[in-house]
Nanobody, 124 residues
Framework: QVQLVESGGGLVQAGGSLRLSCAAS????????MGWFRQAPGKEREFVAT????????YFADSVKGRFTISRDNAKNTVYLQMNSLIPEDTAVYYC?????????????????WGQGTQVTVSS
């Protein structure tokens, strides 16, 4: 079992930045690939970014490519999502997820554990 707790969400103006953190506890964090997903009101949950167990492989949704980065610190059992140049369309609840296979993946169906989410609101 893996427990995930997100933090760092909030209200920011367009063009601003936020860094989300996801702290993991339970099983060996370094065995898991991690992902960030988001869900806006009235929309389905969508993939944002993923990182492999080692941090060597990352993928991003086209909508955030060049603006968001994902990183992890296995010593701290934490994964980060740095979000720059935020736009109102980035407004959503952001979820952290863990995948027991160590490879990065974009499909939410392949993730085994989920956090409760953190709200990000970008004002225009």
């Amino acid at each position: 079992q893996v427990q995930l707790v997100e933090s760092g969400g909030g209200l920011v103006q367009a063009g601003g930045s936020l860094r989300l953190s996801c702290a993991a506890s339970g099983r060996t964090f370094s065995n898991y690939a991690m992902g960030w997903f988001r869900q806006a009101p009235g929309k389905e949950r969508e993939f944002v970014a993923t990182i492999s167990w080692s941090g060597g492989v990352t993928y991003f949704a086209d909508s955030v490519k060049g603006r968001f980065t994902i990183s992890r610190d296995n010593a701290k059992n934490t994964v980060y999502l740095q979000m720059n140049s935020l736009i109102p369309e980035d407004t959503a609840v952001y979820y952290c997820a863990a995948r027991s296979s160590g490879g990065a993946a974009t499909s939410s169906f392949t993730y085994n554990y989920w956090g409760q989410g953190t709200q990000v609101t970008v004002s225009s």
